[in-house]
């Protein structure tokens, strides 16, 4: 292996010494790997692992903080450098199909990212959403295409699972957010005045709430959240990213020890035969164990409590009895109570509860003592609300599925 500056040196020039490449080598996407593997890459490419740390150091600074995607731009590498990185790899980002933008400053874009490196899978479409407030910002990222759980009041359950999202197209959702919105250095924000103006990022917050379930992409989902967290790269705080979960019990524990983020619940039901309704994976993990999941969550605490989310459905959820109930299953767990105004979506068989009866059941759990806060809903006008995300991505053939779980 010759490094670049070991060349420079011996012959005057800047040229760098690489090893052959095939025919069939692709470009790596860097964005999606954390620091080792980039380090791993251009020792690869033919660095010496000095070089190789500094040169990761580089990148890692110019695609996370700077939201560079051209090498050219990287101005303080050496131009032989440049070129070894762009005849290596690439810097991610997907197409944007479209972007709706809601009367109250919510954006949905859809997403188009292509073959995730197997060139015979074909391109899939992804929401990603965008919700403005005052002083922070939260974008509520995806991690499947579709999803396997079918919650009767979820539309993104109507639609099957198409695969799971690498973490490169995870983090790539934050990365072009961030773009569009004007916050990396020198971005310019929409001049539509629904974004927050002044010194405060655009994206304050993160929320694995788009589409699909993120324990069931367990591997994508953490490396992903943890290059979010980086404090060298995007750096978002872990008490700012918050995972939501329908429920997979067995990963929430690991998930808590491996990332430090923030954990949501998908409740929705104080009864065991009601939820298996609402939220079918209760079948499998019922609420006794996933309570006991939440009250044993690594870090759980007042200062970090485990939010659950629990929308309400009219006539089916939303009574006095279940408010009541809803406090007693809470009990010895650090919590706040998000109460969600069912978001309407075509064919849904389910209404949103009365205003009025939305009140009553959070004063019962405010007089128990728990934050309840209800919900406004946001987006509603371009279907981004909670519940109505569902791409249009065609479903994969079971034999392009099972070529891609095998990969």
């Known amino acids: 292996m010759v490094s670049l500056d070991i060349e420079k040196a011996r012959t005057g020039r800047e040229r760098a010494v690489l090893p052959d490449r095939g025919p069939s080598d692709i470009p790596v996407d860097l964005v999606g790997l954390d620091r080792s593997q980039i ?23 110019w695609i996370h903080v700077n939201g560079v995607t051209d090498f050219s731009a990287m101005t303080n590498v050496s131009k032989a450098g440049r070129q070894l990185f762009a005849d290596r790899f690439v810097i991610g980002r997907p197409e944007r199909v479209s972007e709706q933008v809601s009367s109250d400053g919510t954006r949905k874009w859809l997403f188009r990212f292509s073959d995730a490196g197997q ?9 990603t959403v965008y919700i403005p407030e005052p002083g922070r910002g939260t974008l509520c990222v995806s991690s499947q295409v579709g999803c396997t759980l079918t919650c009767s009041f979820c539309h993104t359950g ?9 973490s490169g197209e995870i983090v790539a959702q934050l990365l072009m957010a961030r773009q569009l919105l004007g916050d990396f250095p020198g971005g310019i924000r929409p001049t539509d005045g629904l974004v927050p103006s002044g010194d405060t990022r655009a994206i304050t917050n993160i929320v694995m709430m788009g589409m699909g379930e993120p324990l069931y992409n367990y591997d994508n989902v953490k490396r992903a959240m943890l290059i979010f967290a980086d404090g060298d790269g995007l750096s978002v705080s872990r008490r700012r990213i918050t995972l939501s979960t ?10 808590g020890r491996e990332t430090g983020v923030m954990l949501a619940i998908s409740l929705h039901a104080v009864r065991n035969d009601l939820r298996n309704e609402l939220v079918p994976i ?5 609420l006794e164990e996933l309570l006991e999941a ?41 919590a706040k109570i998000n109460l969600i105004p069912f978001n309407p979506w075509p064919g849904s068989p389910y209404e949103c509860s009365d205003w009025d009866r939305i009140e009553k059941f959070s004063d019962i759990v405010n007089r128990a003592g728990y934050a309840s806060p209800v919900r406004t809903p946001r987006g509603r006008d371009i279907a981004a609300a909670c519940g109505q995300l569902k791409s249009e991505s065609e479903r994969l053939s079971f034999r392009q599925r099972k070529a891609l779980e095998t990969e």
């Not at 380090?39 to 600074?61: C, D, F, I, T, Y």
């Not at 109507?158 to 690498?166: A, F, W």
């Open 39 to 61: 380090e791993g890459h251009l020792v690869q490419a033919g660095l010496g692992p000095k070089e190789a740390r500094m040169r990761s150091r580089q990148l890692w600074n």
């Open 119 to 127: 060139p015979n899978m074909p391109p899939v479409d992804v929401e």
């Open 158 to 166: 109507t639609q099957r699972l198409v695969r799971n999202l690498t």
């Open 246 to 255: 329908s429920g997979v019990v067995d990963r929430i524990a690991p998930i």
């Open 282 to 286: 209760n079948r499998k993990w019922p």
């Open 294 to 334: 939440c009250r044993t969550y690594p870090g759980v605490s007042n200062a970090r409590r485990i939010t659950f989310e629990y929308v309400m459905l009219k006539g089916i959820n939303d009574s006095d009895a279940d408010a009541r109930k809803l406090v007693r299953l809470l009990a010895n767990i650090p």
